[in-house]
């Protein structure tokens, strides 16, 4: 079941410069993405999330844009800090479908290089 | 910041055992949920539960699964006789609401060794 793909296991990065993760999705009825990083050890931890209304959504150093045409997501870190070295976890859900559950990609971990 | 928390981090179990993990979502919270993270894998969804009932549940979720909410603080998750490939990170999460667009706050996760 591949609902939710992050085709790029890893990423590696210079500090101070853009991250890019990306995420791809098949369900038509996903209407509300999330983006989740997590520690090893750790529990996934949220980030920030998209409604499918919208293209675009910042939180500070993060931004989430959505293309519904392409079912493309991606998460723009800047600038990149060797604090963001994580694996990062793309999510979705049918929400207003009614259904509560996340579906999640494989992650993509990344590499901040001091 | 409110978290949720679990216990036990880590519980290693000889199959055919019943174990149970435990959850305390964040207080304000009325949405409940059980994900897994076997080795290698994805995290699964396995249950939801809103008013002291299941809302939704997987395939994975068959009838050694059961979840309860004992009291106003607590959330667990029983699995009666434990296999093998139950084995996995066991996560709790919770949310302010769902139907709509709302976040899930996850635990740090129970770790899950069925020998």
């Known amino acids: 079941d591949q609902q939710v793909k992050q085709n790029s296991p890893s990423l590696s990065v210079q500090e101070g410069r853009i991250s890019i993760l990306n995420c791809d999705y098949t369900?038509?009825?996903?209407?509300?993405f999330l983006w989740y990083k997590k520690y090893p050890a750790e529990g996934p931890t949220f980030l920030i999330s998209?409604?499918?209304?919208?293209d675009k959504n910042e939180d500070g150093r993060f931004t989430v844009f959505l293309n519904k045409s392409a079912k493309h997501l991606s998460l723009h870190i800047v600038p990149s800090q060797p604090g963001d070295s994580a694996v990062y976890f793309c999510?979705?859900?049918?929400?207003?479908?009614?259904?509560?559950?996340?579906?999640f990609g494989k992650g993509t971990k990344l590499t901040v290089n001091p | 910041e409110p978290e949720v928390t679990q216990t036990p981090s880590h519980q290693v179990t000889q199959m055919g055992q019943e174990v149970i993990l435990r959850c305390v979502p964040i207080?304000?919270?009325?949405?409940f949920y059980w994900y897994r993270q076997i080795l290698g894998q994805k995290v699964e969804f396995l249950v939801s539960?809103?008013?002291?009932?299941?809302?939704?549940k997987s395939e994975i979720f068959d009838d050694q699964f059961s979840v309860e909410r004992p009291d106003g603080s607590n959330f667990t998750l029983k699995i009666r006789s434990t296999k093998l490939e139950d084995s996995a990170m066991y996560f709790c999460?919770?949310?302010?609401?769902?139907?709509?667009?709302?976040?899930?706050?996850f635990g740090p996760g129970t770790r899950l060794t069925v020998t």
């Open positions: 207080s304000n919270h009325l949405y």
């Open positions: 998209i409604s499918s209304i919208k």
């Open positions: 539960f809103y008013n002291n009932e299941i809302s939704e």
């Open positions: 999460a919770s949310s302010e609401w769902a139907g709509g667009p709302y976040e899930q706050y």
């Open positions: 999510a979705a859900s049918a929400a207003q479908g009614g259904s509560e559950k996340l579906v």
């Open positions: 369900n038509s009825m996903f209407d509300y």
